[in-house]
């Protein structure tokens, strides 16, 4: 039975044990520390990057990892004993080098007492091309859990298995089917696109310009990657907590699937936006990407994807 029994539920500004969507518009840490204990199932965003963005102010990387923890340390205390965090991570770049922010992270979450499941690549085809360095392709998600007994949804999250018709060799179940007829466990490494979660990548385009999600975020999530992480650590009925959600995608991806969720941003602009989005997402008028979707691949024919007739002229000169 759904939780959200009404067509548009009522979006608090902050948490009650009525609730059922919280959109805070605000400090995060000052929104964290008046939470109660063990209250989130999953806590997971998509922190700032320290990189200079609109809604964020850069600052050295010490400062900026000593605040990190302090949210992270409220994180934890807000976190349920069979809870996790996801925490979605690129690098930091200062003067041209790069500092992966996932091994930095890595060191506060296990003094935060959690246990690190998985390090998953989120691999992504589009971005912007460096020339001093090879172009950046894919950022990383780290997922924590507070105790070794944590949800995990194995069946919500199978994948129909390469080959479906294998069968045991040998054994007193020699000639019988050996896979499950739900579909193969995705392993640790994941390849949404193929619908084949095998080399750790998870496959999903991310939030460009043509992107039927795009938003006024320069930096959003995608619906999709959110849902994955949903569907496999949570139950219907939990709390979702997104303490950066930007324009509210962790938020859309919760409520779509039956869960309540918790939102806070100091930006008015991505607060109103995401307000927005729920909105939309109940009056069935919200663009989403669907989760599982194959990434187009052109065919050839398109003119885009032809090589242009200058470049062939410049080859010819090139050999010549």
């Not at 307000?275 to 187009?296: A, E, N, V």
């Amino acid at each position: 039975m759904s939780l959200f029994n009404q067509k548009l539920p009522e979006i608090s500004g902050s948490y009650s044990q009525d609730s059922n969507i919280v959109l805070h518009e605000g400090d995060t840490y000052g929104f964290l520390r008046k939470l109660q204990d063990n209250l989130i199932t999953l806590a997971i965003t998509s922190p700032p990057y320290n990189i200079g963005k609109v809604y964020e102010k850069k600052a050295k990387i010490t400062d900026y990892l000593a605040e990190q923890e302090k949210i992270i340390g409220e994180l934890t205390r807000t976190l349920k004993d069979n809870g996790s965090i996801c925490w979605q991570v690129g690098n930091y770049v200062d003067k041209g080098e790069v500092f992966p922010l996932d091994i930095f992270y890595y060191d506060i979450f296990k003094r935060a007492g959690l246990k690190l499941r998985n390090r998953i690549v989120w691999h992504f085809g589009h971005g912007l091309h460096a020339s001093k360095r090879f172009s950046g392709r894919y950022e990383t998600i780290l997922w924590f859990t507070k105790t070794d007994d944590y949800i995990f949804n194995l069946d919500d999250i199978r994948i129909p298995s390469k080959y479906p018709g294998k069968r045991y060799y040998k054994g007193h179940r020699k000639g019988q089917p050996s896979c499950n007829p739900l579909g193969k466990n995705p392993s640790d490494i994941w390849e949404v696109l193929a619908q084949d979660w095998e080399n750790e990548i998870w496959n999903i385009p991310n939030v460009k310009s043509n992107h039927p999600e795009k938003t006024v975020h320069p930096c959003q999530f995608p619906i999709e990657l959110v849902e994955r992480c949903v569907l496999a650590l949570t139950n219907e009925g939990d709390w979702v907590l997104d303490p950066y959600c930007g324009v509210g995608s962790s938020l859309i991806a919760g409520v779509k699937n039956n869960r309540k969720v918790m939102g806070c941003d100091k930006e008015h602009e991505y607060t109103k936006t995401a307000k927005q989005r729920i909105t939309d997402f109940y009056s069935g008028t919200l663009k989403m990407r669907p989760i599982g979707k194959q990434i187009f691949v052109p065919t050839g024919r398109e003119k885009v994807s032809q090589v242009p007739i200058e470049w062939e002229e410049y080859s010819k000169r090139v050999k010549q």
